[in-house]
């Protein structure tokens, strides 16, 4: 297909999808859209099933529903990509080892580096080891010298060969950690994060730290003045909040218009200070959209704290923080809250009411 063809093409879905997703309620965001656009180009014949059945069924498209289809069809594929990638690179270590077992004496060390990395790609190994068995294997094919010309050949190419396979890592990496919209990390990978700096934590006996960050009545912006500035503000309070954290310190979208900041080494009372810090900026901040010269007021954010306690389930850190959250916002929003703030035996059931009940977005 000739580019003009392939332009119209294009340009006819455009005038397709987009009132698509406005009779649907659907958010013009950069996931939601990625979604309709497979679903009206018809190129995933499941996509397209999927959500033909919610149509005829006349389900609504909520937000925890456009992101379950976004998860179900794009997330899931990058895994995929991953775990193809862990399966050539070990099945590429394996005919390294067949190459060179008639060398001399001197790949030794080699071979045993080799093997090594072959038995770590075993099993679900992580994209951070993957990316350490890589780099082990390019130093050390960068290192033989001395031999033939053919085998020299040989092992310039296995370079080369491994260094392409890096970047092949690299790259899908970024596209299945990355939060689309935000360029910040999305939840999948605050999940592998928080896992990785606990078990630091416990191991240290150190202090580690969460904040979870809500940007108060966000819905107002999407509602008063569209989807698109409603993105604009996502993007302004991401970059300022990576302003406000530094070091080792973690952000990451958690969802929606909600924000994590995992804080290594931090005590309680030093993350309420980072907290009250975000939230003060905001509190003073006043947005005006980039699109036009139109003011959109100001903006405050809700935050809520808890501290790690040796060998916890993640899942009961994190519902600490978020109990926090919610009570920072029941209180009144634009203000702080710890952990040991949090009264009430109940409350544990409650904090995720926003997800049926408005009064609390």
């Excluded at 649907?24 to 309709?36: A, E």
């Excluded at 059945?53 to 069809?73: D, G, I």
């Excluded at 053919?150 to 092949?168: D, G, M, S, Y």
Aim: proline share 2%; charged share 30%; hydrophobic share 35%.
């Amino acid at each position: 297909m000739d580019d003009k063809k392939s332009i119209e093409k294009l340009h006819s879905y455009v005038r397709l999808i987009l009132p698509l997703m406005s009779k649907h309620y659907v958010p013009i965001t950069p996931r939601n859209y990625t979604v309709w656009y497979e679903y009206v180009s018809g190129d995933n014949n499941e996509l397209r099933k999927t959500i033909d059945a919610m149509l005829e069924k006349e389900e609504k498209f909520t937000e925890e529903r456009n992101e379950t289809l976004y998860r179900q069809f794009f997330a899931e594929k990058d895994e995929k990509q991953l775990t193809k990638l862990r399966e050539d690179l070990q099945k590429f270590l394996e005919t390294i080892l067949r190459e060179i077992s008639g060398m001399s004496g001197q790949t030794e060390r080699y071979e045993a580096v080799v093997t090594n990395s072959v038995d770590k790609l075993s099993g679900n190994v992580s994209i951070q080891a993957i990316r350490k068995v890589v780099n082990e294997i390019i130093v050390e094919t960068k290192k033989i010298g001395r031999f033939g010309k053919t085998i020299k050949e040989k092992l310039l190419k296995t370079t080369e060969e491994l260094e392409t396979l890096q970047q092949e890592f690299e790259r899908a990496k970024i596209e299945a950690s990355v939060d689309f919209l935000t360029g910040v990390a999305n939840r999948k990978a605050f999940d592998e994060a928080l896992a990785t700096i606990a078990g630091e934590a416990n191991s240290e006996g150190s202090d580690l730290c969460l904040l979870l960050i809500d940007i108060d009545h966000f819905k107002n912006f999407n509602d008063n003045f569209g989807h698109i500035v409603g993105d604009e503000v996502l993007k302004f309070v991401t970059k300022k909040i990576k302003e406000m954290v530094k070091g080792r310190d973690f952000l990451a979208r958690f969802g929606g218009e909600e924000f994590a900041v995992i804080l290594p080494r931090t005590s309680l009372p030093g993350a309420k200070a980072v907290a009250e810090n975000i939230r003060c900026f905001f509190a003073q901040a006043k947005l005006k959209s980039t699109m036009s010269s139109n003011k959109l007021g100001g903006i405050t954010v809700s935050i809520g704290a808890a501290c790690y306690r040796p060998d916890e389930l993640l899942e009961d850190f994190i519902n600490r923080s978020d109990q926090a959250l919610y009570f920072a916002k029941n209180a009144g929003r634009n203000r702080v809250a710890t952990e040991s703030e949090v009264v009430g035996p109940n409350l544990a059931k409650t904090t995720r009411q926003r997800i049926t009940n408005n009064s609390l977005l």
